[in-house]
């Protein structure tokens, strides 16, 4: 497949199929977008090997596995150094509180989403994790009272 037909309304609507629930077999994909086994089995693996599809997964309910204290972080580093930004970006993704990390442009550098059993876990991370991470100079913590909208499908629907 063409990349230029890559994201064609078929397959937008395996994505957004898969979005929903990515333990869809071929056979119960195809039936919901219309299109018999075969070509959904090529397109999956089309958009899978593009990368389109980066990787399947299960969404867990965080607080049933004891995981209550999310907290959001904003992290300033001293200095921009090219050494001292990848030794703290390859730091943040060996750490597995630090759900997600994203390079920000604002008053802080990065936004860290970190996730503890409690608050009092959190503070110990702070100290013992993210206050040794490389380059660190400045930390403001956001402690996420409720989250109103969770992890979401993506809105496939601006292609149309």
Known sequence: MEKSNLLDA?????????????RLTVQELGKKIGLSTSPTWKRLKD??????????????????????????????????FENVVEEFEKAVRDCPAIIECHS???????????????????????????????GVSEIRSSVVLREIKSPSPLPLDHFH
């Open 10 to 22: 078929y397959s937008l609507k395996i994505l957004a199929e898969l979005q929903l629930d990515g």
């Open 47 to 80: 958009l899978e090997r593009e990368g389109v599809i980066h990787h399947y997964t299960a969404v867990l309910d965080r607080t049933r596995v004891n995981l209550g204290n999310c907290v959001l972080a904003e992290v300033n580093l001293a200095r921009h």
């Open 104 to 134: 920000t442009t604002g008053r802080g550098d990065y936004l860290l989403k970190v996730v503890t059993p409690d608050i009092t876990r959190y503070d110990a991370f702070l100290y013992n994790v993210i206050f040794k991470l490389p």
